[in-house]
Protein backbone atom coordinates (compact mmCIF):
# COMPACT_ATOMS: atom_id res chain seq x y z
CA UNK A 1 0.00 0.00 0.00
CA UNK A 2 2.96 1.81 0.80
CA UNK A 3 4.00 1.97 -2.92
CA UNK A 4 0.48 2.26 -4.08
CA UNK A 5 0.33 5.76 -2.08
CA UNK A 6 3.74 7.06 -3.22
CA UNK A 7 3.26 5.96 -7.10
CA UNK A 8 -0.29 7.75 -6.87
CA UNK A 9 1.55 10.61 -5.36
CA UNK A 10 3.61 11.11 -8.21
CA UNK A 11 0.77 10.68 -11.07
CA UNK A 12 -1.37 13.27 -9.37
CA UNK A 13 1.43 16.07 -8.61
CA UNK A 14 2.84 15.23 -12.30
CA UNK A 15 5.96 14.56 -9.82
CA UNK A 16 6.40 17.96 -9.06
CA UNK A 17 7.04 19.78 -5.82
CA UNK A 18 4.15 22.27 -4.59
CA UNK A 19 5.15 25.49 -3.33
CA UNK A 20 2.61 26.11 0.05
CA UNK A 21 2.39 30.30 -0.17
CA UNK A 22 0.43 30.79 2.63
CA UNK A 23 2.04 32.37 5.79
CA UNK A 24 -0.24 31.04 8.20
CA UNK A 25 0.82 27.38 7.21
CA UNK A 26 4.17 27.39 7.64
CA UNK A 27 3.77 29.95 10.94
CA UNK A 28 2.00 26.55 12.40
CA UNK A 29 5.48 24.88 12.62
CA UNK A 30 8.29 27.40 12.51
CA UNK A 31 6.52 30.27 15.03
CA UNK A 32 6.75 30.69 18.03
CA UNK A 33 3.67 31.20 20.87
CA UNK A 34 6.70 30.94 23.44
CA UNK A 35 9.59 32.71 22.36
CA UNK A 36 12.76 30.81 21.16
CA UNK A 37 10.16 27.64 21.58
CA UNK A 38 9.28 26.59 17.48
CA UNK A 39 5.55 25.63 17.59
CA UNK A 40 6.32 22.58 16.26
CA UNK A 41 8.13 21.14 19.45
CA UNK A 42 5.23 22.31 21.36
CA UNK A 43 3.06 20.16 18.98
CA UNK A 44 5.20 17.33 19.59
CA UNK A 45 5.32 17.43 22.84
CA UNK A 46 1.26 17.84 23.18
CA UNK A 47 1.02 14.91 20.67
CA UNK A 48 3.59 12.52 22.73
CA UNK A 49 1.52 13.28 25.59
CA UNK A 50 -1.62 12.42 23.56
CA UNK A 51 -0.10 9.13 22.63
CA UNK A 52 1.13 8.34 25.97
CA UNK A 53 -2.56 8.73 27.24
CA UNK A 54 -3.86 6.51 24.50
CA UNK A 55 -1.29 3.49 24.67
CA UNK A 56 -1.67 3.74 28.60
CA UNK A 57 -4.96 4.63 29.58
CA UNK A 58 -7.58 3.74 26.78
CA UNK A 59 -8.96 0.74 25.56
CA UNK A 60 -7.65 1.39 22.39
CA UNK A 61 -3.96 1.30 23.74
CA UNK A 62 -4.62 -2.24 25.81
CA UNK A 63 -6.47 -4.00 22.82
CA UNK A 64 -3.07 -2.73 20.37
CA UNK A 65 -0.46 -4.05 22.92
CA UNK A 66 -2.97 -6.97 23.34
CA UNK A 67 -3.42 -7.37 19.33
CA UNK A 68 0.76 -6.96 18.84
CA UNK A 69 1.14 -9.32 21.18
CA UNK A 70 -1.26 -12.01 20.58
CA UNK A 71 -3.92 -11.32 17.25
CA UNK A 72 -5.25 -14.96 17.54
CA UNK A 73 -5.38 -14.70 21.82
CA UNK A 74 -6.91 -11.59 21.84
CA UNK A 75 -9.56 -12.01 19.11
CA UNK A 76 -10.69 -15.10 20.96
CA UNK A 77 -11.22 -13.64 24.13
CA UNK A 78 -14.19 -11.64 22.56
CA UNK A 79 -11.89 -8.47 20.99
CA UNK A 80 -12.87 -7.31 17.76
CA UNK A 81 -9.48 -7.33 16.23
CA UNK A 82 -10.25 -5.97 12.50
CA UNK A 83 -12.06 -3.09 14.41
CA UNK A 84 -9.60 -2.21 16.96
CA UNK A 85 -7.22 -2.92 14.19
CA UNK A 86 -8.21 -0.60 12.00
CA UNK A 87 -8.88 2.04 15.47
CA UNK A 88 -5.16 1.84 15.35
CA UNK A 89 -4.43 2.32 11.93
CA UNK A 90 -6.58 5.39 11.62
CA UNK A 91 -4.90 6.36 15.10
CA UNK A 92 -1.51 6.16 13.27
CA UNK A 93 -2.96 7.99 10.63
CA UNK A 94 -4.09 11.04 12.49
CA UNK A 95 -0.32 11.44 13.74
CA UNK A 96 1.49 11.00 10.77
CA UNK A 97 -0.54 13.82 8.95
CA UNK A 98 0.34 15.71 12.31
CA UNK A 99 3.86 15.05 10.99
CA UNK A 100 3.27 15.60 7.81
CA UNK A 101 1.91 19.02 8.54
CA UNK A 102 4.96 20.26 10.60
CA UNK A 103 7.55 19.14 8.17
CA UNK A 104 5.79 20.46 4.78
CA UNK A 105 5.05 23.78 7.01
CA UNK A 106 8.68 23.76 8.23
CA UNK A 107 9.79 24.11 4.84
CA UNK A 108 7.30 25.44 2.58
CA UNK A 109 6.93 23.03 0.01
CA UNK A 110 5.90 19.22 -0.38
CA UNK A 111 7.25 16.80 -2.82
CA UNK A 112 5.12 13.30 -3.89
CA UNK A 113 8.60 11.54 -2.92
CA UNK A 114 9.10 12.69 -0.03
CA UNK A 115 9.29 10.64 2.97
CA UNK A 116 11.14 7.87 1.31
CA UNK A 117 13.51 5.90 3.44
CA UNK A 118 11.90 7.65 6.75
CA UNK A 119 10.22 4.16 7.68
CA UNK A 120 13.75 3.10 8.66
CA UNK A 121 14.82 5.95 11.16
CA UNK A 122 10.84 5.45 12.66
CA UNK A 123 11.62 1.72 13.01
CA UNK A 124 14.79 2.75 14.39
CA UNK A 125 13.69 5.32 17.17
CA UNK A 126 10.97 2.98 18.53
CA UNK A 127 13.03 -0.05 18.70
CA UNK A 128 15.83 2.06 21.09
CA UNK A 129 12.85 3.41 22.45
CA UNK A 130 12.29 -0.18 24.10
CA UNK A 131 9.51 -1.28 21.83
CA UNK A 132 9.49 -4.60 21.09
CA UNK A 133 9.09 -5.85 17.43
CA UNK A 134 7.47 -8.60 18.59
CA UNK A 135 4.58 -7.13 20.00
CA UNK A 136 3.47 -6.86 23.48
CA UNK A 137 5.90 -4.17 24.58
CA UNK A 138 5.65 -0.51 23.88
CA UNK A 139 7.32 2.75 25.64
CA UNK A 140 6.08 6.54 24.21
CA UNK A 141 8.78 8.19 26.36
CA UNK A 142 11.26 5.70 24.95
CA UNK A 143 10.37 6.21 21.55
CA UNK A 144 10.66 9.73 22.29
CA UNK A 145 14.25 9.10 23.54
CA UNK A 146 14.71 7.11 20.56
CA UNK A 147 13.56 9.88 17.90
CA UNK A 148 16.11 12.50 19.58
CA UNK A 149 19.00 9.84 19.40
CA UNK A 150 18.14 9.32 16.15
CA UNK A 151 17.84 12.78 15.03
CA UNK A 152 20.71 13.54 16.89
CA UNK A 153 22.90 10.75 14.96
CA UNK A 154 21.85 12.34 11.79
CA UNK A 155 22.58 15.70 12.40
CA UNK A 156 26.23 14.41 14.11
CA UNK A 157 27.11 12.61 11.04
CA UNK A 158 26.24 15.35 8.44
CA UNK A 159 28.09 17.65 10.34
CA UNK A 160 31.23 15.37 10.63
CA UNK A 161 30.67 15.67 6.40
CA UNK A 162 30.33 11.77 6.59
CA UNK A 163 28.50 10.96 2.96
CA UNK A 164 24.76 10.16 2.63
CA UNK A 165 25.60 6.70 1.52
CA UNK A 166 27.76 5.83 4.87
CA UNK A 167 24.62 7.74 6.72
CA UNK A 168 22.29 5.22 5.81
CA UNK A 169 25.06 2.53 6.61
CA UNK A 170 25.11 3.48 9.88
CA UNK A 171 21.41 3.99 10.81
CA UNK A 172 21.10 0.61 9.49
CA UNK A 173 23.45 -0.36 11.96
CA UNK A 174 21.93 1.23 14.97
CA UNK A 175 18.79 -0.69 13.78
CA UNK A 176 20.66 -4.20 13.92
CA UNK A 177 21.81 -3.38 17.44
CA UNK A 178 18.39 -2.49 18.50
CA UNK A 179 16.87 -5.10 17.02
CA UNK A 180 19.28 -7.59 18.26
CA UNK A 181 19.16 -6.18 21.76
CA UNK A 182 15.50 -6.64 21.79
CA UNK A 183 15.86 -10.29 21.24
CA UNK A 184 17.92 -10.31 23.72
CA UNK A 185 15.21 -8.75 25.73
CA UNK A 186 12.64 -11.04 24.98
CA UNK A 187 14.59 -13.96 25.23
CA UNK A 188 15.56 -13.04 28.96
CA UNK A 189 11.80 -12.50 29.65
CA UNK A 190 10.25 -15.72 28.49
CA UNK A 191 13.54 -17.94 30.58
CA UNK A 192 12.14 -16.18 33.85
Same mark, same amino acid.
Given at each position: MMMV %? !??LALIISGASSITIANPDFKY? %??GQLIPGVANAVLIFVL???VAWFL?? /?TLLGRYALAIGSNEEA? !? *?SGVN? /? *?WKTLVYVTAGIFIAFGALLYSGRFGFVQ???GVGFELNVIAAVVIGGTSLAGGRANILGTVVGALIME???KGLQMMGIAQEWQLVVTGIVVLIAVFVDILRRKRASAV
Open positions: %A !RGF %ASLAVLN /KT !R *LV /K *LPAETLK
